[in-house]
């Protein structure tokens, strides 16, 4: 008798968000009443700002509660291609602007309407956790290209040459980084869109992390906007959750050359008909305002950033790079002798401290540790870590 449980489907066999259940654990443990510090959660510790709040709530007073079109409202995909050609430097126009449920879906949504089976998707490591799974999703595979820390972990050409073959399809770039915190610069960029150009591939550029940025000699830089040739080959995604501290309100967006756009806003008409009709006012009100509240969350995790980088390159058994941007800080641990998953493992049996693995990263030498959390947090956390690193 055939085993019902088994599943054909490419996405019938991805893996659970390591972040997310680790998160989860965290506050569970908390439930319980035990003194754990987590460390694992990609969240602003800062509340939506007011202002947001009530552009929503004045929403749904006035019964902005029905369906809006399937790739957002009108008004708000004028505002972030306005923000695009603004700040990023990019052209596009609110016909290539599509307005996701998240920026995690908006990413989904552009490898799914891009790639199929036999296509390969380029995945520099550290990568974030998730884009691995969604190109297993959309039935391509993932080709990884490993990147170092004396390089800032970014993606040297040479070695994207040599990982490009005739089934290439798209390479996905993440800067400011999760896991690493690190931007890429100019120049790396301008190689890397050449070669794209030359070989005829799409680039996905996350920039969730964009405006958490803290250093002058490391500016965040659009690839999208270097040239005209590349532009044509970029898709651009960015989103509220981070810079705005709106991670439940679920709201993405991205740019894409029109064709492209066109099946990417297809496939989210019979995903998700649209996203929530009131956060997009929400967010709306968010572009509208400014960015004073943006640049104060900035500057505490920029007080943060060097508070957790300096109490961790106390410790002799752990090395980082300094990040640039985001609100990571990822620890080279193999000084200790042990694998990610059995030191994160034992860091939270022996010590009640949560961090991530870096094998979910590609990275199994490493853990990712947050710092959107307060100072007092980071101070527990780091000596939490000191301790279980003695041990060694």
């Not at 960029?189 to 969730?208: G, P, Q, Y």
Request: charged share 20%; hydrophobic share 40%; proline share 5%.
């Amino acid at each position: 008798m055939q085993n019902i449980q088994m599943t054909r489907g490419f996405m019938g066999g991805l893996s659970p968000s390591t972040t997310l259940k680790m998160t989860q654990k965290a506050k569970d443990m908390k439930a319980q009443g035990i003194d754990v510090c987590s460390m694992s959660a990609g969240e602003p510790d800062f509340d939506t700002p007011k202002y947001i709040k009530d552009a929503a709530i004045e929403a749904l007073n006035s019964g902005k509660t029905g369906y809006t079109d399937s790739s957002g409202l009108l008004e708000l995909r004028k505002a972030c291609a306005e923000k695009f050609i603004k700040d990023n430097n990019i052209q596009t126009t609110p016909a290539q602007v599509i307005v996701g449920p998240g920026a995690k879906f908006s990413v989904f949504s552009a490898i799914a309407a891009l790639c199929g089976p036999g296509d390969e998707v380029i995945i520099p490591a550290p990568f974030w956790l998730s884009y691995p799974e969604m190109v297993t999703a959309a039935g391509a595979k993932s080709v990884f290209v490993d990147t170092k820390a004396e390089n800032n972990y970014e993606l040297l050409p040479a070695d994207l040459e040599r990982a490009v073959t005739a089934n290439t399809r798209l390479l996905i770039l993440n800067t400011p980084s999760n896991p690493t915190g690190a931007i890429y610069r100019k120049a790396t960029l301008e190689a890397i869109a050449a070669l794209a150009v030359k070989h005829n591939f799409m680039v996905l550029s996350d920039e969730i992390y964009e405006e958490l940025v803290y250093e002058k000699d490391f500016p965040h830089i659009s690839i999208g906007s270097l040239n005209k040739e590349i532009a044509e080959l970029t898709i651009t995604v960015n989103g509220f959750s981070k810079a705005y501290a709106m991670t439940g309100w679920r709201l993405g967006y991205l740019t894409a050359p029109l064709w492209l756009s066109k099946k990417i806003s297809a496939l989210q008409s019979h995903l998700t008909s649209n996203p929530t009709t009131f956060a997009q006012y929400g967010a709306l009100k968010a572009l509208a305002c400014g960015k004073e509240e943006v640049y104060k969350m900035r500057d505490s995790f920029a007080t943060r950033r060097d508070l957790i980088y300096n109490l961790i390159s106390e410790i002799p058994k752990v090395k980082s790079i300094r990040p640039q941007g985001a609100f990571y800080l990822f620890c080279d641990i193999s000084a200790c002798g042990l694998k990610s998953g059995e030191f994160c493992d034992r860091l939270l049996e022996e010590e009640k401290l949560v961090a991530i693995p870096g094998d979910a990263f590609g990275a199994d030498n490493c853990l990712r540790l947050s710092y959107a959390c307060s100072e007092e947090n980071i101070r527990t956390a780091v000596s939490r870590l000191k301790n279980f690193c003695s041990k060694f």
